[in-house]
Nanobody
Framework: VQLQASGGGLVQTGGSLRLVCEAS????????MGWYRQAPGKLRELVAL???????NYSDSVKGRFTLSRDNAKNTVYLQMNSLKPEDTAVYYC????????WGQGTLVTVSS
């Protein structure tokens, strides 16, 4: 599975961005799909992940602000990020499990204070 992520950028505190990740290749094998992030000097962490059963798990730090949606017909997941904070600044990575994990190239989100 190959993943193409887009939508990052620079935004002010309180602003919004939408990330998009499109999968190609053996997409019929994908079960879970979602987003992780890695801030400078920190480990990569879960942001939101959608399972094949339709359950979406969110990090406590983004609950109520971020929304993950998945379009299986387009093999695409979206991450709508609202009320962004400086601590959301990170490289965001798309991930798809087949169940082997595949990662996208990362897209930088910078939130200025």
């Amino acid at each position: 599975v190959q993943l193409q992520a887009s939508g990052g950028g620079l935004v002010q505190t309180g602003g919004s961005l939408r990330l998009v990740c499109e999968a190609s290749g053996s997409v019929f094998r994908i079960n879970a799909m979602g987003w992780y992030r890695q801030a400078p000097g920190k480990l990569r962490e879960l942001v939101a992940l959608s399972t094949s059963g339709g359950i979406i798990n969110y990090s406590d730090s983004v609950k109520g602000r971020f929304t993950l949606s998945r379009d299986n017909a387009k093999n695409t997941v979206y991450l709508q990020m609202n009320s962004l904070k400086p601590e959301d600044t990170a490289v965001y990575y798309c991930r798809a499990d087949t169940p082997r994990s595949s990662w996208g190239q990362g897209t930088l989100v910078t939130v200025s204070s």
